[in-house]
């Protein structure tokens, strides 16, 4: 069963524009994770917060983690047209085995 | 490294005929993940392997489902019979022991017709 939920389903903006994605969980945490996922590819790891840390950054990418209310949210600034692909959070518990993602957020960023 | 490699990359079957899917690893990662991706359930994760062996297989959808790893570089999944209902992406996945990122395959298309 899915243990993360995205929010919203589908995101289309503006190139330069930020967008933010959420997540939300159902059960306690190791860590979570943050994937992108372009059409008909694999997934690709973008970054990583444990559950011991509020925020984190990479390049144009912020993440922010509330375990309090089991959210957590990716920011992406100043958006590209490459930036187009689903994006998906993933939560680990206990034993950083299972690992189960939510269903996505489809964000189109347009020229 | 050339990162976890699946075959094939689409396959076409009739119902009721048996499917292997199958994947590489990275070399010297100590984990590997099978996952379905659908429509409608997005990915489930199927069952995992530590050191080649199967840890978790409650993902497991039926019987006519099941997994094998003989050794660190090769793991398959074969469905037998195959139904319509199977028809998704499979995608496998491994990672190292200390570290939590996945690396995924580029997936199988798998239509039953």
């Known amino acids: 069963s899915q243990q993360g939920e995205e929010d919203p389903q589908a995101l289309s903006i503006q190139e330069g524009e930020n967008a933010t994605m959420n997540c939300s969980y159902k059960?306690?945490?190791?860590?979570l994770q943050w994937y992108r996922q372009n059409s008909g590819r694999g997934l690709v790891h973008l970054i990583l917060i444990r559950s011991n840390e509020r925020e984190k950054h990479s390049g144009r990418l912020r993440v922010t983690l509330d375990t309090s209310k089991k959210s957590s949210s990716l920011l992406i600034t100043a958006s590209r047209a490459a930036d187009t692909a689903s994006y998906f959070c993933?939560?680990?518990?206990?034993?950083?085995?299972?690992?189960?993602f939510g269903a996505g957020t489809r964000l189109t960023v347009k020229p | 490294d050339a990162g976890v490699i699946q075959s094939p990359r689409h396959e076409v079957t009739e119902m009721g005929q048996e499917v292997t899917l199958r994947c590489k690893p990275i070399s010297g990662h100590d984990y590997l993940f099978w996952y379905r991706q659908t429509m409608m359930r997005g990915l489930e994760l199927l069952i995992y392997f530590n050191n080649n062996v199967p840890i978790d297989d409650s993902g497991m959808p039926e019987d006519r489902f099941s997994a094998k790893m003989p050794n660190a570089s090769f793991s398959t999944l074969k469905i037998q019979p195959s139904e319509p209902r199977d028809s998704a992406v499979y995608f496998c996945?491994?990672?190292?022991?200390?570290?939590?990122?996945?690396?995924f395959g580029s997936g199988t298309q798998l239509s039953v017709l």
């Open positions: 993933a939560t680990a518990r206990y034993n950083n085995n299972d690992m189960r």
């Open positions: 059960t306690s945490i190791n860590n």
């Open positions: 996945a491994s990672r190292s022991r200390v570290r939590e990122k996945l690396f």
